[in-house]
């Protein structure tokens, strides 16, 4: 059984920092795209940034220049560095992992998501 397990959500300022961590575990085979996306309140779930296996990074234009999505594929784990935040940043942010398991089958994980909330 493959799992997303995420963290690094919390309360910070306008202008503040957070950096969310998703690591990801089970009988992974390949790691073949790592993302985050948010809902915030009232609204539809949202692309924030995406990485592939080889290092090609997606951004949405609201986060380009402020968030950086990073992984550490030793240990299968996707990072967010979120600088800069705006009170309009809080959501719930969900990690997302196109993974295929130790029997080559191909999932679409989805964690339970860590909550950031940023005062104005």
């Known amino acids: 059984q493959v799992q997303l397990v995420e963290s690094g959500g919390g309360l910070v300022q306008a202008g503040g920092s957070l950096r969310l961590s998703c690591a990801a575990s089970?009988?992974?085979?390949?790691?073949?795209?790592m993302g985050w996306y948010r809902q915030a309140p009232g609204k539809q779930r949202e692309l924030v940034a995406t990485?592939?296996?080889?290092?090609?990074?997606n951004y949405a234009d609201s986060v380009k220049g402020r968030f950086t999505i990073s992984t550490d594929n030793a240990k299968n784990t996707v990072y967010l560095q979120m600088n800069s935040l705006k009170p309009e940043d809080t959501a719930r942010y969900y990690c997302?992992?196109?993974?295929?398991?130790?029997?080559?089958?191909?999932?679409?994980?989805w964690g339970k998501g860590t909550l950031v909330t940023v005062s104005s």
């Open positions: 997302n992992a196109d993974i295929t398991d130790t029997d080559y089958y191909g999932m679409d994980l």
């Open positions: 990485i592939t296996s080889g290092g090609r990074t």
């Open positions: 089970g009988n992974i085979r390949r790691i073949n795209t």
